[in-house]
């Protein structure tokens, strides 16, 4: 049975205290001892899925549960589906004409932010934010020094190992991993590649990623070192290029959510779930870091709604990403929560709560991002392809690093 601890938060006593609710381009903050005669229509979108009667109308019933919590305003419910990944297309055109609240992915948050779709949040509910979720999760939705949005759920990958091949001990490392059993990786593929790098201190737009003059560091001895290392990976007659579509008879192989049932299916009873390993540089274990992104809930400051009742629309958005939502989420669709205090024993939550606490690093929400994909995809394509050597290795690091920065302003 999962174990869910306790931690409700009585959302009436946190208005009570009031709330910031300044708005994308600095939109004058707002009192949530708001006006006492309020009575709205809230308009909400959020995916198909979180509608449906099959997964209990998810959505449906946060939202008359919010109502109920706050009797002090009347409020009714207009719902409309929009996927998380499609917001910002949904928004862009004409803002003041989309929802006053939705479930959003967190990469769209500069275009978000760019056309006035979304409201920078403030006061408790950062508190709160900080409180719940690790650093990294948090960093998620933090945008040029704002928070938008509250995250309910984290988009990243971890490891599924057979556990008669591997201990528990063993999947601590890579290293000692490949020693036991055939493991599979996607190196050729960009959004895992970078996880080596940043094992041995390579970075993204600085050490959080919100540094766009920094650029992307993945050259110097650091990176040499790491590209070093994959030369012998992948070298190694235990080490194979794939998933766990690709690379049958792999003993271990990296992925997210998406790939648990085909996981069931590879091991069986003998599935194990575990944050990425540790690689050894140098002869010191570094911990390998997986991208990491967010859902999250959001409110629209350039709504008629939001304008005149922002502790409306920002309080709703803090109820669908908080503790209650997020553990009927979870019951009844598995998604995972952020929440920290959310305690579960079963073995996939557990795997992606502790990478998005110390095996990952938030994907940065920088232009210059769209400078690293087809670069890291080519270099580690040509690691597969042998054409990376321990005598090239230097040359080959330095025109990756060159090649991730090609339209970098210095």
């Known amino acids: 049975m999962r174990k869910l601890r306790n931690a409700m938060v009585d959302r009436r006593t946190l208005l009570s205290r009031g709330l ?3 708005a994308a381009l600095g939109l004058a903050a ?10 709205v229509t809230v308009t909400v979108w959020g995916p198909q899925e979180d509608q449906s009667p099959t997964y209990g109308s998810w959505l449906q019933t946060q939202c008359e549960a919010f109502a109920a919590a706050h009797p002090e305003w009347t409020l009714a419910f207009k719902y409309g589906v929009c996927p998380e990944g499609e917001l910002e297309k949904n928004l862009s055109t004409d803002p003041s004409a989309g929802a006053d609240v939705y479930l959003f992915a967190n990469d769209q948050i500069p275009s978000l932010v760019k056309c006035v779709g979304i409201a920078e949040l403030g006061g408790i509910w950062v508190d709160e934010i900080r409180q719940r979720n690790s650093q990294t999760t948090v960093n998620t939705v933090t945008y040029q020094g704002g928070v938008y949005g509250v995250p309910y759920t984290a988009n990243t990958w971890f490891m599924y190992y057979d556990t008669s091949v591997f201990a528990p001990e063993d999947v601590m490392s890579l290293d000692a991993m490949l020693q036991k059993g055939k493991v599979a990786f996607p190196l050729d593929v960009s959004w895992y590649f970078a996880s080596f790098y940043v094992a041995n201190g390579c970075t993204l737009f600085g050490e959080d990623g919100d540094d766009a003059e920094a650029g992307i560091d993945f050259g110097g001895e650091k990176a040499i070192a790491v590209t070093n290392y994959l030369v012998d990976l992948v070298a190694n007659p235990n080490f194979t290029n794939g998933d766990v579509s690709t690379a049958a008879g792999a003993n271990a192989f990296f992925s997210g959510t998406w790939d648990y049932e085909k996981a069931i299916d590879a091991f069986g009873d003998n599935l194990g779930i575990a944050p990425a390993p540790t690689i050894t540089i140098g002869g010191e274990a570094k911990q390998m870091k997986a991208f990491a992104g967010s859902k999250a809930a959001g409110a629209n400051p350039s709504t008629a709604l939001y304008r005149e009742h922002p502790e409306v629309a920002v309080a709703l958005a803090a109820y669908l990403g908080g503790d209650e939502a997020q553990r ?69 690091t330095e025109a990756m690093n060159v090649a991730m920065n090609s339209s970098v302003v210095q």
């Open 328 to 396: 009927a989420h979870y019951e009844l669709r598995t998604v995972i929560p952020t929440d920290e205090n959310i305690v579960l024993t079963d073995k996939l939550a557990m795997a992606q709560m502790d990478t998005m606490s110390y095996a990952s690093i938030v994907q940065p929400l920088q232009d210059g991002m769209s400078n690293y994909w087809t670069p890291a995809e080519s270099m580690g394509k040509e690691l597969v392809g042998r054409k990376v050597t321990h005598e090239n290795a230097a040359q080959k």
């Open 20 to 22: 910031v609710g300044a």
């Open 30 to 39: 707002c009192d949530a001892n708001g006006a006492d005669d309020v009575n």
